[in-house]
């Protein structure tokens, strides 16, 4: 008789009952095998760097240190996809710029004139050459924004993020604020007053 192991006993192990008898054949017992061509696709993307339309698409670069975009017209705006590890330039005065879903990714641009967007991110770093009115950052982790002397009236806008930090430029050098993560909630008799809470070190 062939000895039969614990795991192979259905009454040792509920999960075999479920199966039936036990099968001979490997392809049933390698389940796992037919997951793992599914990641290998994520690799194939082509970087993309082009102008459709009016919008700039920046996708899938990596390693890239030296993409610029030129020739930016005002009705324009640049579409920024899971890049990682690169800096992207943008020159000239442009709409509005998105970066979404990029990991350690630079971005130095001269002029916005609606708004930057920075979502599902992490360790992004952002400089402002000349004048933005608005950047937003949304479920990011690890954002940098250096701020140029026309920019300083910018607005920082930002939601379930975390590690950001604004850096002011004071005499010819940067100085870090960190962006404000906790909150304190309280009610003052008719509506509720929420402001940065202290963080006592």
Request: hydrophobic share 30%; with cysteine.
């Amino acid at each position: 008789l062939r000895h039969v192991s614990d795991d192979q006993k259905t009454h040792k192990n509920p999960s075999l009952r479920a199966q039936g008898p036990p099968t001979r054949s490997p392809t049933k017992s390698h389940t796992p095998s037919p997951t793992s061509p599914k990641n290998s696709p994520q690799q194939s993307h082509a970087p993309v760097l082009e102008l459709e339309g009016k919008k700039w698409r920046v996708e899938y670069q990596e390693d890239k240190n030296d993409l610029v975009i030129t020739n930016t017209e005002l009705k324009q705006v640049a579409y920024i996809f899971k890049c990682n590890k690169s800096t992207l330039q943008i020159k000239g005065k442009i709409n509005s710029i998105t970066i979404d879903n990029c990991k350690k990714f630079g971005l130095v641009f001269d002029n916005v004139v609606g708004i930057v967007e920075v979502i599902n991110s992490r360790d992004i770093q952002i400089q402002v050459m000349g004048k933005v009115p608005t950047i937003s950052i949304n479920k990011t982790e690890g954002c940098h924004i250096y701020l140029s002397e026309e920019s300083l009236d910018c607005e920082i806008v930002s939601a379930k993020s975390s590690e950001m930090n604004i850096l002011i430029p004071q005499d010819g050098d940067y100085k870090e604020f960190p962006v404000p993560e906790q909150f304190k909630t309280a009610w003052d008799g008719s509506k509720l007053v929420t402001e940065p809470a202290e963080i006592v070190g």
